[in-house]
């Protein structure tokens, strides 16, 4: 029987879920990402469990809710011991190599305090998620009167570039991040003006052909078994797009934006604070998004492309026959959507993602080219990958569950009732904005197929969406008494989510099962009155044993 012994694990930075024609846009074509989705399974119910880069990907690579991980916004590190995917997997004999982003932040004191020496294997692993790095690139070096977001970002390429000619300080924003005008001035990406521009670079040197070719030297390099997380960087902003992707969208092709105007007039407080923030502001001019939508088109565009030179040479080498690839994206981006920008709040437009998988098994054979409503997390992903890779059952660490029962056509649902979602702005301007405490600018999103509630921590009342008969999440029911029981009925669900046990790390469910008998065997006897009430072979040791008087030792009368 044909199995996937290698996992290609694509995941790309700010993709919504229904900017995909596979997924219902009218306007922006992708052949061959619907290819994919053609040969394998889309799941239309996947969420993430947080709106933000960093927190995102790490529930992603530890298989655990936000809660449980605690690296709760971007810069925030994963603390020394947190389990990830690779840590999983190289147990279970497969390998786990990073090409492209993770936006993880190391937990330097953590490994100080270990003695964990970050350029040794285990150090290394430890910094890196879990990963071994064939190359990372976080693709983000901004600059500022402070100096350099990340002054790691775009290392590699940056050296790329630089070899190819494009002579800069910073290439990655000089070139492929910013237009040029007719003197040769720098028209930065960073100025959302500029995103009807193109990039002032050579499409096949831009960020996502690169890594894409960076991808295919990996697969052409390693024999497997492995996983490959092939980790992009766009359609994330900057918002600009190199020739000839600059101009094939237009105004024309901007979807209407889902919004209204008595959402906005009975906002909730926090989520009419999300609204009044620059980029919500900003995002809720129309020009705005006829200029930025565009480009975000054709950044899609770009990828779909590149998804067809790297599924060609899969299909060429035979890669495509023994490699499982999964595709999907962090999170989304309201653009404009709900009077906001970027994703830090819990409508679908950011929530919810694309994730398509194809297994080349042939148990897979009968759900090819269908499409499964099931309410899956990306938590799911870590198990689906060890379960792959045959190895043993983690499910007292990992808080998902395996997708290999429905690809393989023997169960139609994730067995969990509800989504979580979770959002920790505590180190965001917002709070400050809000007047928030660390302990009080944290909210929960919990959904079924019918409703979503959205729990603001500080006192405030919950937001509540009729999925079914609102789907564009324009009517917050939550201040409606009519809908009391609803609201109790989603608290209910968000409660015994936070009763889970998940901290309970270092011992399997199988092994606390045998711990309840197995003090019995090693001589502890507890509330034993004789030795006849309970099995005698228990208490062997203890029965027909010989000992002299202590006085005879000590040498007493």
């Known amino acids: 029987m044909a199995k996937a012994k290698n996992i290609l694990f694509i995941m790309f930075d700010q993709l919504r879920w229904d900017y995909l024609s596979c997924n219902g846009h009218p306007h922006l074509h992708t052949p061959n990402i619907d290819r994919l989705a053609a040969r394998g399974v889309r799941f239309d ?26 690296a709760s916004w971007n810069g925030i590190p994963l603390k020394v011991g947190e389990m990830t995917m690779g840590d999983h997997l190289r147990k279970a004999g497969m390998e786990c190599w990073l090409v492209g982003k993770t936006h993880m932040r190391a937990d330097a004191e953590g490994m100080a305090r270990l003695g964990l020496e970050p350029d040794s294997l285990i150090g290394a692993r430890v910094a890196e998620c879990g990963f071994d790095v064939f190359e990372r690139d976080d693709g983000m070096l901004p600059e500022g009167p402070d100096g350099y977001y990340d002054p790691d970002g775009a290392k590699e390429y940056n050296k790329y570039l630089t070899a190819k000619g494009y002579e800069s300080d910073n290439p990655w924003h000089d070139f492929a991040n910013s237009g040029l005008d007719a003197d040769g001035n720098v028209l930065s990406g960073w100025f959302l003006k500029h995103s009807t521009e193109a990039a002032n670079i050579a499409e ?31 359609p994330h902003w900057p918002y600009i797009v190199p020739e000839p992707y600059a101009s094939i969208y237009g105004p024309d092709d901007v979807l209407p934006v889902n919004r209204s105007k008595a959402e906005r007039d009975n906002a909730h407080p926090v989520l009419r604070a999300f609204m009044d923030t620059k ?12 200029a930025v939508i565009p480009a975000y088109m054709g950044l899609i565009k770009q990828a779909d492309d590149q998804m067809g030179r790297l599924f060609d040479w899969m299909e060429k080498t035979g890669r495509i026959e023994d490699t499982m690839i999964v595709l999907t994206s962090d999170h989304g981006d309201f653009l404009g959507d709900h009077w906001m920008g970027e994703k830090t709040f819990f409508h679908d437009a950011s929530t919810k993602v694309p994730l398509i998988i194809y297994d080349p098994s042939s148990a897979a054979d009968a759900t090819r080219g269908t499409a499964c409503d099931a309410l899956v997390e990306s938590i799911d992903l870590a198990p689906t990958f060890l379960d792959v890779a045959g190895g043993a059952d983690a499910s007292h660490i990992l808080e998902g569950h395996s997708l290999l029962p429905i690809l393989h056509g023997t169960q139609a649902e994730t067995p969990r009732d509800v989504v979580i979602c979770e959002y920790d702005y505590s180190a965001s301007p917002l709070a400050e904005k809000l007047n928030a405490s660390v302990r009080d600018a944290v909210m929960f999103m919990v959904a079924d ?18 999925l079914e008969n609102d789907p564009q999440e324009l009517t917050d029911l939550g201040d409606s008494a009519d809908h009391a029981d609803i609201i109790a009925q989603m608290y209910e669900h968000l409660f015994a989510w936070t009763r889970r046990q998940s901290q309970r790390t270092t011992r399997s469910e199988a092994q606390l099962i045998e711990m309840r008998t197995k003090s019995r ?6 509330g034993i009155y004789d030795e006849n009430d309970m099995p005698l072979e228990l208490t062997v040791k203890y029965r027909g044993r010989k000992a002299r008087p202590y006085r005879e030792i000590v040498g007493k009368d």
């Open 521 to 526: 065997g090693r001589g502890v006897v507890v």
């Open 279 to 290: 980029i919500g502001q900003t995002f809720s001019r129309q020009d705005v998004r006829e």
């Open 204 to 234: 096949e040197d831009s960020e996502t052909p690169y890594l894409t070719g960076r991808g295919i030297e990996f697969m052409d390099t390693h024999d497997g078994p492995w996983c490959c997380h092939l980790s992009f960087i766009k």
């Open 45 to 70: 119910g996947a969420y993430i469990q947080s709106p933000i880069c960093g927190s995102s990907r790490m529930s992603t690579y530890t298989g655990r809710y936000v809660h449980s991980h605690g």
């Open 449 to 466: 197929r019918k409703w979503k509630l959205i729990h603001c921590e500080g006192g405030h009342r919950p937001l509540l969406f009729d």
